[in-house]
């Protein structure tokens, strides 16, 4: 069974910096896809960045410029650098990793790091 865990997450005041990290529980070479989402209270879960294992990389649009997603192979972490953080990122941040296997799409998340960007 896959686990990813999030780490790095708390209070920042704006126009703070933030590094998330999500740690896989074994290679994330076997990963079509991992990313992050992120869900603000009373709103839906949204992508905020993801990352293709051939390496193309998606942002949100309220992310580009601003955060930079990076995964590495040999520590099996993706990570997720935010910069001019301001409280509408305030939200719980989940990491997610997608692995297909004989056209069979599996789906994993993390438990979820709270990020809150307030003075």
């Known amino acids: 069974q896959v686990q990813l865990v999030e780490s790095g997450g708390g209070l920042v005041q704006p126009g703070g910096s933030l590094r998330l990290s999500c740690a896989a529980s074994?290679?994330?070479?076997?990963?079509?896809?991992m990313g992050w989402y992120r869900q603000a209270p009373g709103k839906e879960r949204e992508l905020v960045a993801e990352?293709?294992?051939?390496?193309?990389?998606k942002y949100a649009p309220s992310a580009k410029d601003r955060f930079t997603i990076s995964r590495d192979s040999a520590e099996n972490t993706v990570a997720l650098q935010m910069s001019s953080l301001t409280p509408e990122d305030t939200a719980v941040y989940y990491c997610?990793?997608?692995?297909?296997?004989?056209?069979?799409?599996?789906?994993?998340w993390g438990q979820g790091t709270q990020v809150t960007v307030s003075s």
């Open positions: 997610n990793a997608v692995e297909i296997y004989y056209y069979i799409k599996q789906t994993y």
């Open positions: 990352i293709r294992d051939y390496g193309e990389i």
């Open positions: 074994g290679s994330i070479e076997r990963f079509k896809s």
